[in-house]
């Protein structure tokens, strides 16, 4: 178990590196000139400089050093806590990410906990429902959710909830009704993905033999599936819970791109057209710590679970 829980969180930190260093390449060693775009996002315009003043500019966001050296100092600094100065906006970027944390944290929960509760409903109704078209119907809807994109889902809701019918606002941040539709437009996606997995996992469930059993012994289909069938199908939705978090995660930038909601994907969105480097990396590094956070926890539960897992590794080892 031990050897277990090392081997993952190994696994966590050189995920996280990972993901910190092809995003400071990509950033960085694009075919450009950095030092132009990021001067760029200040509003300094680099071929009206003098060369002194260049140099000036260049030291003051730290783009007269080396390449490796940025890298090791902000890689240092993400360790500390520090994640630099925005370029575009002249302020701290942990700053600018406490600012609109509040926002994106509310809807990302809300979402995810709508997607949680409606892909687990919409699986286990479908494999309740014994009428045929009414189960084809119900196993259906997964695939057809999925199958639009999310902008343009946004949209819809836009039209008839806010426009039409005129329920809810169409933008903004404040109150419960502007969170709304982004959470819905969020959660559609992931609860498609949740219960087309969960609907395969209860199938495969009750038609194992202890099910026949069970049943044999007089119990009801309901009792059946909520107290054998239930627990055992929510094993194999336990691996995607993590895809699940960092597909909630990265729909916020479209959802609050769409409603103009202040919250952190509006910055990163604001980011990139600005071309503002240590936001951008900032960003992308704390969602991806988001994610390997999430699915760590989801290794770490998953032997509590089934304990097949760590006894199949040891049979393996031995």
Do not use: C
Not at 44 to 71: C, F, N, V, W
Not at 123 to 141: E, I, N
């Amino acid at each position: 178990m031990t050897r277990y829980i090392l081997g993952r969180f190994a696994q966590a930190l050189g995920v996280l590196w990972a993901a910190y260093t092809v995003t400071f390449v990509v950033l960085y060693l694009l075919p450009s000139d950095p030092v132009a775009l990021q001067l760029g996002a200040a509003g300094i315009e680099t071929d009206k400089l003098s060369p002194a003043e260049l140099h000036t500019a260049m030291a003051r966001y730290g783009l007269d050093r080396p390449i490796l050296e940025q890298y090791f100092s902000d890689l240092w600094g993400f360790l500390r806590g520090d994640l630099g100065e925005s370029i575009a906006k002249q302020e701290p970027v942990t700053a600018l990410l406490g600012e609109r944390l509040g926002p994106t944290l509310t809807l990302t929960v809300t979402a995810g906990v709508l997607a949680l509760l409606g892909g687990t409903a919409l699986a286990y109704l479908a494999s309740y429902v014994r009428w045929r078209p009414a189960r084809l119907f119900l196993t259906r809807l997964p695939s057809f959710g999925a199958s639009f994109p999310q902008f343009f889902i946004g949209l819809l809701l836009i039209q008839f909830l806010s426009f039409n019918l005129g329920l809810l606002p169409a933008t903004g941040t404040y109150g419960w009704k502007s969170l709304v539709m982004p959470a819905i437009t969020i959660a559609i996606l992931a609860a498609s993905q949740l219960a087309q997995v969960l609907m395969r996992s209860f199938d495969d469930t009750l038609s194992q033999p202890y099910v026949a059993t069970a049943r044999a012994k007089g119990l009801s289909r309901a009792a059946v599936q909520w107290h054998h069938g239930f627990r055992n199908a929510l094993l194999p939705a336990m691996t995607i819970l993590g895809i699940l978090v960092g597909l909630t995660v990265t729909s916020a930038i479209v959802a609050e791109t769409v409603f103009s909601r202040n919250g952190i994907g509006k910055l990163a969105q604001e980011s990139v057209l600005a071309q503002d480097v240590p936001v951008v990396l900032a960003i992308v590094t704390i969602a991806a710590a988001i994610f390997v956070f999430v699915n760590l926890v989801v290794d770490l539960l998953y032997p509590l679970l089934d304990p097949r897992i760590v006894h199949g590794q040891r049979k393996a080892v031995a």
